[in-house]
């Protein structure tokens, strides 16, 4: 019933950037708050971004500050991620994900998982 669909992954040089995007349906958009992780092949995954609230405003994995940007269109039920700089340890699976509650983000805070989208970086 709640769909989570990413976007926007694909194969970039190291320094190029990314906008990915992520429809959500099924859901009140409204009152869940968003959330961007990632997976890179034999890790775990790992918060990237995500909103304080719904309707906040985002926080940002410590690495990649400076590198990252959320941003969404409610009238699309939509949020994406910017990523800038991109390096060749950025690349992974990178999931959305939805959850209800405040403060940062952890895997048991997840309610619902995108599939996820591929980005690869090559060097």
């Known amino acids: 019933q709640v769909q989570l669909v990413e976007s926007g992954g694909g194969l970039v040089q190291a320094g190029g950037s990314l906008r990915l995007s992520c429809v959500a349906s099924?859901?009140?958009?409204?009152?869940?708050?968003m959330a961007w992780f990632r997976q890179a092949p034999g890790k775990e995954r790992e918060f990237v971004a995500g909103?304080?609230?719904?309707?906040?405003?985002?926080y940002y994995e410590n690495s990649m500050k400076g590198r990252l940007s959320m941003s969404g269109d409610n009238a699309k039920n939509t949020v994406h991620l910017q990523i800038d700089s991109l390096k060749p340890e950025d690349t992974a699976v990178y999931y959305c994900?939805?959850?209800?509650?405040?403060?940062?983000?952890?895997?048991?805070?997840?309610?619902?998982w995108g599939k996820g989208t591929l980005v690869t970086v090559s060097s």
């Open positions: 994900a939805a959850g209800r509650g405040f403060g940062i983000w952890t895997l048991d805070r997840v309610d619902y």
């Open positions: 909103h304080m609230y719904s309707g906040g405003s985002a």
């Open positions: 099924g859901l009140t958009f409204s009152t869940y708050r």
